[in-house]
């Protein structure tokens, strides 16, 4: 089953057990589904890995709308952005740890045969799309600016 067929088939359970964040957040996935389906120039059909970088973007945005929240003084609202981050993050492949994101790194870093940080632009295009959806973008920055430097 596709991530899709996933997020509908929740939907319906989440119904059932009435959770309203689960379900609103799940809404909100469906509906960015939905439009990146039927975007122009698509072929009416949606890779999973495309869904995950979908899911990545709204974990994202949720995570920044709770800081600005936070930082506002509106604990309630940032809450329930958290709360959406939980639901979605469910779909989301398992994040590395740092230790295992260094050891990545490293490799690349090794194979690309960079030697400072002048070389950053060839170990984070390799990186990018080897680490794609197992590590954020910026972590990945960060520790091979980190690396690089040491």
Do not use: H, W
Request: net charge neutral; proline share 1%; aromatic share 2%.
């Amino acid at each position: 089953m596709n991530l899709f067929d996933q997020v509908s088939e929740d939907i319906k359970a989440a119904m059932l057990a009435k959770d309203k964040v689960r379900l609103q957040a799940l809404r909100g996935v469906k509906k960015e589904f939905l439009e990146a389906k039927t975007a122009k120039g698509g072929d009416g059909e949606l890779t999973d890995e495309a869904a995950v970088k979908i899911l990545q973007k709204m974990v994202k945005q949720r995570k920044e709308s709770a800081e600005i929240f936070t930082s506002q003084n509106r604990p309630e609202l940032a809450e329930n952005e958290l709360a959406e981050v939980a639901a979605i993050e469910v779909y989301l492949p398992k994040q590395m740890t740092q230790d295992e994101l260094d050891k990545s790194i490293k490799e690349i870093i090794t194979q690309v045969g960079a030697e400072s940080v002048k070389d950053m632009g060839k170990v984070m295009g390799v990186a990018s799309k080897t680490l794609a959806g197992k590590a954020d973008g910026r972590m990945i920055s960060d520790t091979v600016k980190r690396l690089l430097n040491t």
